[in-house]
């Protein structure tokens, strides 16, 4: 089941170290001025939520993952795999995600979601930062429902772009077809968005590389104008 976009206006920061990923990013989002980009640490950016790329376990032990455990703390890698224990069994899918509080006042918020099923895993040649992406978008309009307006803005880095080792031109556009997917439309279940992104984007290895995918979801989900 899926359900209109909300209409509370979400702050989104992208943020990395490496100047590589913020080129390819102002390329790929250059027709979607809202959208801040920045070179730096995410642990400088004043948001509700960091979105960290994590492993299905939720073992905050390599890139971006070990940078936030030593800022917040071990309690996160703790209430994250509590999360993903409770939801999902103990294994968090590619394409879904977990958000939980992050027990600091910035961020308030911190989303899990795997680009990869362990650590240091090459994703290269892979849709997970698409993925990946779509799913922490779809996180937020699930907090969201739970609690209106508790995440008003939002910062993530280039996803896969260090330890999955996805070239940052990649990275880049399949992160646009994560955000232009969340931008218009909010699914319920993160089984029908990993299906309506893998079945749009799964011949996407043999397009040029500067392309970007516009995800349509199914008709059921249209929304209306």
Not at 32 to 49: C, M, N, Q, T
Not at 195 to 200: I, K, R, S
Request: charged content about 20%; aromatic content about 4%.
């Amino acid at each position: 089941m899926t359900e209109d976009r909300a209409q509370t206006p979400l702050r989104v920061v992208l943020t990395d170290v490496t100047p590589a990923v913020v080129q390819s990013w102002r390329a790929a989002f250059a027709d979607d001025p809202e959208i801040e980009i920045r070179k730096g640490s995410i642990l400088d950016v004043d948001v509700d939520a960091w979105v960290s790329p994590t492993n299905a376990r939720g073992r905050m032990d390599g890139g971006v993952d070990a940078v936030i455990k030593r800022h917040l703390g071990a309690g996160i890698q703790l209430r994250v795999q509590k999360a993903i224990r409770d939801r999902f069994a103990g294994s968090l899918p590619v394409g879904s995600a977990v958000c939980v509080s992050s027990g600091a006042t910035v961020p308030r918020f911190l989303i899990s979601t795997p680009t990869m099923e362990q650590s240091s895993q090459n994703v290269s040649e892979t849709l997970n930062v698409a993925l990946a992406c779509a799913a922490a978008f779809q996180a937020i309009h699930r907090q969201n429902r739970t609690a209106p307006g508790s995440i008003r803005s939002v910062a993530l880095v280039g996803m896969g772009a260090r330890t999955g080792r996805v070239p940052a031109r990649v990275c880049a556009n399949l992160m646009w077809s994560g955000y232009t997917l969340f931008r218009d439309h909010s699914f319920q279940d993160y089984d029908e968005l990993r299906g309506t992104v893998l079945a749009q984007l799964h011949d996407l290895e043999s397009a040029p590389a500067e392309q970007r995918v516009r995800i349509t979801p199914p008709r059921s989900a249209a929304r209306r104008r």
